[in-house]
Structures are given as C-alpha cells and as structure tokens.
C-alpha cells in the first residue's frame, strides 16, 4: 500500500482548467481527396488548429489532377455532404471529376491552408520538441527548408507513385512516350499508330479512347483480365445503355429544381454499389453467378473474334483483381486497327517494340498503361522513434493499425495507407471516416493533456494477423496478378481494406483508445483533470449556463422521436433509422445480395421515394 507521501508526489495537479485546449500545428500531406476532405473537416472539429496542406502538384485534386480515365460512376464518387446535379454524363470524365472537386476546394476557402508545388523530402519525429521535423522543397524556386508540426496526416495514397515499366531499351525510344498517369494532354494521336502497353484499368480505358482515332493500336497484353458490366448499371439499363448515358439539360435543371429527387436518385446508385460485398467472398452465390455472367458478356463482345476470348478470359475468378467495366474495350479490339499482341516484350528498340519471337513493330508512340509503385514504402522517408523508418517496417509487409497509424510514429496518422482500399463500395465514404477518425485523435491531444499517441505494438500485430485470416476467405487471395497484392500473383492482400465499405465506416466511427499508447505534456497521466478549474470559472464573460442554451422543452410536451440523440451519432442515428422510408432493418439476403442498403433502405423503398419525383425517371 503506497504511502500519503508516495500518492502526493506522483498524482500533482497540472495547472491547467480541465477544459483548456492545446493549441496544434498540423500538415496534411496531400490536396488530393483525403486532404481536401481534412481541409473541410479538420477547421471544423478542432480548435486553436495551425493548419498546413503540401503537395507537390501545382494544382489540387491528387490522383484526378493526374489521371484522365474514370471508371466509376460520377453521382458515387463525391463527398457524401456535398452533392453535384450537374454531372453531365453518368461515367464523367477526368476533367469534369477534378472541376468537382476545385468547387468544392473554392466552396470551403482551401486554398487559404494550401501550399502547392511543394515536395515533402523528409518527416523526422524529434523526442526534445516532441515535434515532426518535416523537410519541405518548394519546387518553383528550389528552396528547401523545414516546418514542424505536432501531429501529420499522410494523405498521398497507393496510387501515387507511378513508374515505368522496366523495359530494356524503353528510354532510348525516339517516338513519343507516354504514361497514363502523367498524360501529355497536347499530343494528337491522330492518324499515328501507337503501342498500349498494359491491360489494367487504364490500359482498358485508353484503347477504346483512341481507336478511333488513331490509325493503328498494338496492344500488349500480359495476362487476361475480367471485363464486367458498368458498376452499378440499372440506371444505365433504364436508359438503354450498357456503357454511358448523357444526362439532358433538362434532367440537370429539374433535379436542381428538386434537390430530393436528385438526392434519391444517388441514393438508388450508392445502393447498387454498396451491394457487391458478397461477390468478393469465395464460394457465395454473387461470386459463381459473376463468372457466368461476365464470361458471357466477354464471348458476346468479342464475337467480330472469337478467339480472342479464349486469350481474354481469365481461369481465375472475378474480382481477384481490380475489376473494370471497360466501357467499349472489348469492340475496340475486335476492330481491323487493334492487334492484341500477347508475346512477351523483349525489348524496346528506337523505332518500335520487339517481342520474344524478335519480331519488330515499328509505332509512333508508346503507351505505358502499367501502373504505378504499390509497395507502399513511402516515396520520402519517415522516421519514427529510436529510428524506426516505414521504410524498413514495410520492407516485407506494410503493416499498420487499421490501415491509418503504425507504432513508433506518435501523432502521425494515413488516409489510404496500406490495407484501405476498397475492392467494392465506396472509397469516399471510407476517407470521410478516416479524416474524421483522425480528427477525433487529435482532439483527444487537444483536451487530455496528451504529448503524443500511438497504437501499441500489440494492436499492430493483432490487426496484421486478422487481415491474413479474413483475406484467405476471399478470392484477392487466389492466385491472379494484382496491385492488391503489391503487383504480385501470390502473396499477402496489402492494399486492400479487410470487410465491407459499410463495416469500415462502423468500425472506423469510434476510435479504440484503449488499443494506444500515449506520453503526457507534464508527465502526469492524470494531467486531463486540470486544476479544479474550469474555463468558465475564470473567465467571467465566457456563458456558464451553456447547457440550458436552446433548450426549451416544456413537460407537458410530448417527447421528440430524435430526443437525447448525441450530435456525433446523428449520420449514424439517421441511417439505421432510415430517414423515414423503413423499419430499420437490414438482415436478409436475395440471391447473395443484401436487401438493406447503406441507409437500411430496401430497393422497392427507394423505388417507392423516387416515384414521387418524376424527374429521376
């Protein structure tokens, strides 16, 4: 039993009012989506806040400042909170994506954090200043200097980084050489024939873009890949349309007219994407029935040649890898002007490409569609405590807590690190939750008395051994070259988030504190209680009636159905409740597929809202 004098010099008071709030300075690194999203948000949930947001880019956007071919539906790839009518076709293009989200950076006055064309070099954790010592290079006049910060949110993603392949002979090329990630939007192919190098997700989307336009296109095709049809294509079928729809002025201007009906409109999209969850687990009906579904719709496309399905077709399941609708890949390649060459590339000679077979096809111009560098070890260093470097960390496996905090890096916090990605869902959705996981960290720096926080090894380690049990009961783990596993065909699922989008936002709602380390500012971990004081208490023009503030019930009134609901349940409240069209429940499955939506609502209850609003039909 300690004595009354061990318990006096180990529990002091920290003098400070237990509501004081610690002023901090944070980087975003990163203006693309999750740093845009912790620029809304960030301002808002946190007080006393020094906000700074780098990127390397001269513009916002990130990957839509760089990438030209979307293949999502528009109305399910913008901020849950802010809502676009004007999207003018349902696969909208690059350009129209990344002027979404410029308004949307000039709506909530951004810029006013921003620092663009700068380079982060360098993060160093400094134990003296409890600080992140961050070397920064402004690109435009080359100067390099230092920032500091106490707490940093990496907002740079997976799909950041991109590379040429490794071709021998690939820079000695004296015609034009592209990649897919850093597009040269003045080059005219018309009337040049042009080598496609890939056959992921841009590769699909650039052939059908210039095929018509070009005089001839070698494509270069490693292995086959699955084409499925459009993501979440009822609302394309209703139109008669199975690769895109243009969306009437008139259909614009009356959902700006009835702002509810475009709202259930989106809904009834987010519905359908929200769905396909069981088609990423092995053996479920969803899953056989894609197989079938696919491999037909690819042998139908590609009858002008139907050979090609026999090269085209994977033996591997869908979804194992990324899958892409490939809006008018597959009639592309049936075209007289499109060779599909499977050969292996030998080498790239100055006027064109030469295979294994040695083979010589002289092009214009190349097309490198391969991709980027998905193995997650960080482009500029980051250096945690007693040295530790992701670097190092991530040199076999990336592993993380819940895909946003690694141990040894205090207040240092990812959106889409290692193990985010969403096979099926809605990625935004998951960034939302991620930014604002993150904000709620800090807020607990800001009024705990906290120095820095960390997850404890343990939680790392009982999140990596989770995600290798849960992926091998998906088909990302068969065996199918993949970004999902670092460009590998066998190996550990590191990309991808494990669950559903909706199990991410669930899980991701409220942090596990319980599941951190953390050092105080004074050394007392009892500090938060402060000194007895309030700020109310000494400051006498500060209002201590707050809590009757704006509440005037009155017994004799009936009680309010959303009484006692707390503020940071309210997104949740309202979705199980189901803003009025359900019950709230979601249990039950058809044919694989679940029969609750993200909102709870049903498909015949959200037919049921958009009969009232003639203008989605």
Same mark, same amino acid.
């Given at each position: 039993?300690?004595?009354?004098?061990?318990?006096?010099?180990?529990?002091?008071?920290?003098?400070?009012?237990?509501?004081?709030?610690?002023?901090?300075?944070?980087?975003?690194?990163?203006?693309?989506?999750?740093?845009?999203?912790?620029?809304?948000?960030?301002?808002?949930?946190?007080?006393?806040?020094?906000?700074?947001?780098? %990127?390397?880019?001269?513009?916002?956007?990130?990957?839509?400042?760089?990438?030209?071919?979307?293949?999502?539906?528009?109305?399910?790839?913008?901020?849950?909170?802010?809502?676009?009518?004007?999207?003018?076709?349902?696969?909208?293009?690059?350009? $129209?994506? #990344?002027?979404?989200?410029?308004?949307?950076?000039?709506?909530? *006055?951004?810029?006013?954090?921003?620092? #663009?064309?700068?380079?982060?070099? $360098?993060?160093?954790?400094?134990?003296?200043?409890?600080?992140?010592?961050?070397?920064?290079?402004?690109?435009?006049?080359?100067?390099?200097?230092?920032?500091?910060?106490?707490?940093?949110?990496?907002?740079?993603?997976?799909?950041?980084?991109?590379?040429?392949?490794?071709?021998?002979?690939?820079?000695?090329?004296?015609?034009?050489?592209?990649?897919?990630?850093?597009? %040269?939007?003045?080059?005219?192919?018309?009337?040049?024939?042009?080598? /496609?190098?890939?056959?992921?997700?841009?590769?699909?989307?650039?052939?059908?873009?210039?095929?018509?336009?070009?005089?001839?296109?070698?494509?270069?095709?490693?292995?086959?890949?699955?084409?499925?049809?459009?993501?979440?294509?009822?609302?394309?079928?209703?139109?008669?349309?199975?690769?895109?729809? $243009?969306?009437?002025?008139?259909?614009?201007?009356?959902?700006?007219?009835?702002?509810?009906?475009?709202?259930?409109?989106?809904?009834?999209?987010?519905?359908?994407?929200?769905?396909?969850?069981?088609?990423?687990?092995?053996?479920?009906?969803?899953?056989?029935?894609?197989?079938?579904?696919?491999?037909?719709?690819?042998?139908?496309?590609?009858?002008?040649?139907?050979?090609?399905?026999?090269?085209?077709?994977?033996?591997?399941?869908?979804?194992?890898?990324?899958?892409?609708?490939?809006?008018?890949?597959?009639?592309?390649?049936?075209?007289?002007?499109?060779?599909?060459?499977?050969?292996?590339?030998?080498?790239?000679?100055?006027?064109?490409?030469?295979?294994?077979?040695?083979?010589?096809?002289?092009?214009?111009?190349?097309?490198?569609?391969?991709?980027?560098?998905?193995?997650?070890?960080?482009?500029?260093?980051?250096?945690?405590?007693?040295? *530790?470097?992701?670097? *190092?960390?991530?040199?076999?496996?990336?592993?993380?807590?819940?895909?946003?905090?690694?141990?040894?890096?205090?207040?240092?916090?990812?959106?889409?690190?290692?193990?985010?990605?969403?096979?099926?869902?809605?990625?935004?959705?998951?960034?939302?939750?991620?930014?604002?996981?993150?904000?709620?960290? #800090?807020?607990?720096?800001?009024?705990?008395?906290?120095?820095?926080?960390?997850?404890?090894?343990?939680? /790392?380690?009982?999140?990596?051994?989770?995600?290798?049990?849960?992926?091998?009961?998906?088909?990302?783990?068969?065996?199918?070259?993949?970004?999902?596993?670092?460009?590998?065909?066998?190996?550990?699922?590191?990309?991808?988030?494990?669950?559903?989008?909706?199990?991410?936002?669930?899980?991701?709602?409220?942090?596990?504190? $319980?599941?951190?380390?953390?050092?105080?500012?004074?050394?007392?971990?009892?500090?938060?209680?402060?000194?007895?004081?309030?700020?109310?208490?000494?400051?006498?023009?500060?209002?201590?009636?707050?809590?009757?503030?704006?509440?005037?019930?009155?017994?004799?009134?009936?009680?309010?159905?959303?009484?006692?609901?707390?503020?940071?349940?309210?997104?949740?409240?309202?979705?199980?409740?189901?803003?009025?069209?359900?019950?709230?429940?979601?249990?039950?499955?058809?044919?694989?597929?679940?029969?609750?939506?993200?909102?709870?609502?049903?498909?015949?209850?959200?037919?049921?809202?958009?009969?009232?609003?003639?203008?989605?039909?």
């Amino acid at each position: 039993m300690p004595s009354a004098e061990q318990i006096a010099n180990s529990a002091k008071l920290s003098h400070r009012s237990a509501d004081d709030i610690r002023p901090l300075r944070v980087i975003v690194i990163g203006a693309g989506v999750s740093g845009i999203i912790a620029g809304i948000r960030f301002p808002r949930m946190l007080k006393d806040l020094d906000l700074v947001i780098y %990127d390397k880019n001269e513009e916002v956007g990130g990957t839509w400042f760089e990438n030209r071919y979307p293949d999502l539906p528009a109305h399910g790839y913008q901020l849950t909170f802010e809502s676009n009518p004007s999207w003018s076709t349902y696969y909208a293009g690059g350009a $129209e994506i #990344l002027e979404y989200w410029k308004k949307v950076v000039a709506k909530y *006055d951004l810029r006013k954090y921003m620092k #663009l064309s700068h380079r982060i070099q $360098e993060c160093r954790w400094n134990e003296e200043t409890s600080k992140w010592h961050v070397k920064v290079q402004n690109l435009v006049s080359g100067e390099i200097f230092e920032d500091r910060a106490d707490a940093i949110l990496q907002c740079i993603g997976g799909l950041n980084n991109w590379k040429w392949p490794d071709i021998p002979g690939l820079h000695d090329f004296r015609g034009k050489l592209l990649h897919s990630a850093n597009w %040269d939007a003045s080059w005219q192919p018309e009337g040049k024939s042009i080598a /496609v190098v890939g056959a992921g997700s841009s590769g699909i989307q650039i052939v059908p873009n210039l095929q018509k336009r070009v005089a001839r296109i070698d494509h270069y095709v490693r292995g086959p890949t699955w084409i499925s049809t459009t993501l979440a294509n009822d609302q394309l079928v209703k139109k008669g349309s199975e690769s895109n729809i $243009e969306y009437t002025p008139e259909e614009i201007e009356a959902w700006k007219r009835d702002p509810e009906s475009y709202h259930l409109y989106r809904r009834v999209i987010e519905a359908d994407l929200q769905s396909a969850h069981p088609a990423t687990i092995k053996g479920t009906e969803m899953q056989k029935g894609a197989r079938g579904i696919f491999t037909k719709l690819m042998k139908d496309r590609l009858a002008k040649k139907p050979h090609l399905a026999d090269e085209m077709i994977p033996d591997f399941p869908p979804v194992c890898k990324r899958l892409t609708p490939g809006p008018g890949y597959l009639e592309a390649l049936t075209e007289d002007n499109v060779e599909v060459i499977r050969t292996k590339i030998d080498r790239v000679a100055p006027t064109g490409i030469v295979t294994e077979d040695g083979k010589l096809r002289e092009i214009d111009a190349i097309a490198c569609a391969t991709g980027f560098d998905t193995t997650y070890r960080n482009r500029f260093p980051v250096i945690g405590l007693e040295g *530790d470097t992701f670097q *190092d960390r991530w040199k076999d496996y990336p592993e993380t807590y819940c895909s946003l905090a690694v141990n040894n890096f205090p207040n240092y916090f990812m959106s889409l690190g290692p193990n985010s990605a969403m096979g099926a869902g809605n990625l935004i959705l998951t960034m939302e939750f991620i930014v604002e996981y993150a904000a709620r960290c #800090l807020q607990k720096l800001q009024i705990e008395n906290i120095r820095t926080m960390h997850p404890s090894k343990r939680s /790392v380690e009982n999140f990596v051994k989770y995600c290798h049990e849960y992926f091998q009961g998906t088909v990302y783990s068969m065996e199918c070259s993949s970004w999902y596993k670092g460009g590998k065909k066998k190996g550990p699922v590191v990309a991808l988030w494990p669950g559903s989008s909706l199990q991410c936002a669930q899980v991701l709602r409220n942090p596990r504190w $319980e599941d951190f380390e953390y050092t105080y500012l004074d050394g007392n971990d009892f500090g938060w209680f402060g000194d007895g004081w309030s700020k109310l208490d000494r400051h006498t023009a500060l209002d201590r009636t707050y809590y009757l503030a704006g509440k005037y019930n009155m017994l004799d009134e009936p009680l309010r159905e959303d009484e006692h609901i707390d503020e940071l349940e309210e997104r949740v409240y309202r979705a199980l409740k189901l803003d009025g069209y359900g019950d709230g429940t979601t249990s039950g499955t058809t044919n694989g597929r679940s029969n609750g939506h993200a909102n709870g609502q049903t498909d015949k209850q959200l037919e049921a809202g958009i009969s009232k609003h003639p203008a989605i039909l």
